[in-house]
């Protein structure tokens, strides 16, 4: 059962190296980090631009710990798991359905979200305010049209969710470093990141024309 299908224009997502101590501190108990190499773990960025919603259009930025997924009985496995710990909008409206549905952490603020593609490149500048919060860039490498299966988990009180996560579209990955990403001092994302996060992602994804679904909330 679907609890949402969202149409995005244009979708970016990089993975980073944290401290482990750091993306540890990010999750709840039940939920560890999967480590790069001894004591590294991983941080997701993603950044959408939503051309069709129940809201209309929007744009969205999310950061999440990378965890392992829980391995499927039937049917195909998720490639990864994510716990989501700060997300934005440029949209009360979605934030509101989207908090209720799926108990994501979203900032109370609306943010402004710029996508600039140019020569091979789509960076991504994030605004909470007029100052600045983000600003990612990832490359493009081989295009090819698929389908992501991803888990994401959640927190409601006490009590432990998961959603399964399908991303079709067109889409390009690589792990060949040339993205990169500065994260500002702003008040939005200050008190999440206390140490030091790679400028630089070891995997960079792209993603075009194409739709996320999310299915039936569970409690396990």
Known sequence: MSLGSYHFHTGVSAFFEM?????????????????????RSVLSVTAFLFDDSVVGPYTEVMFSVIVPPTVAQLGPHAKAGFFPFLAATSSEEARRIKSERFHFPYHEEDIKAQFIEREGRMRVRVFGGE?????MSVTRG???????????????????????????????????????MTLFPHPMIAKHFPGEVSAYPFRETWLKNGTEVFHKLEAF
Request: net charge negative; proline share 5%; glycine share 6%.
């Open 19 to 39: 401290a482990t101590a750091d993306a540890r501190a990010l999750l709840p108990q039940h939920l560890e980090p999967i480590e790069v190499r001894h004591q």
């Open 131 to 135: 100052d600045p919060v983000v600003d």
């Open 142 to 180: 081989t295009w090819e049209t698929t389908t992501l299966l991803l888990q994401g988990y959640m927190m409601n009180g006490s009590e432990r969710l998961r959603t399964t996560l399908q991303i079709s579209g067109e889409y390009t990955v690589h792990e060949n470093e040339q993205g990169e």
